[in-house]
């Protein structure tokens, strides 16, 4: 599965390790993450990332 970073703040979404604080668990892709999730670090909507 692909990595996307934020290109506001360089955080990595892995979906090896899924996003535990915003209930997202291993294993989801990113094209898969809802609609309305946002980068942990910065708030960044998903449109603000890219494939790595």
């Known amino acids: ?8 703040c360089g955080y990595i ?3 090896n390790f899924g996003d535990s604080d915003h209930g997202i668990n ?5 094209q898969n993450l809802p609609d309305d ?3 942990p670090q910065c708030g960044a909507p998903k449109e603000q990332f890219e494939q790595i």
């Open 26 to 30: 291993p294993g989801i892709s990113f």
């Open 1 to 8: 599965m692909e990595r996307y970073k934020c290109m506001i």
């Open 13 to 15: 979404y892995d979906p």
């Open 37 to 39: 999730w946002v980068c």
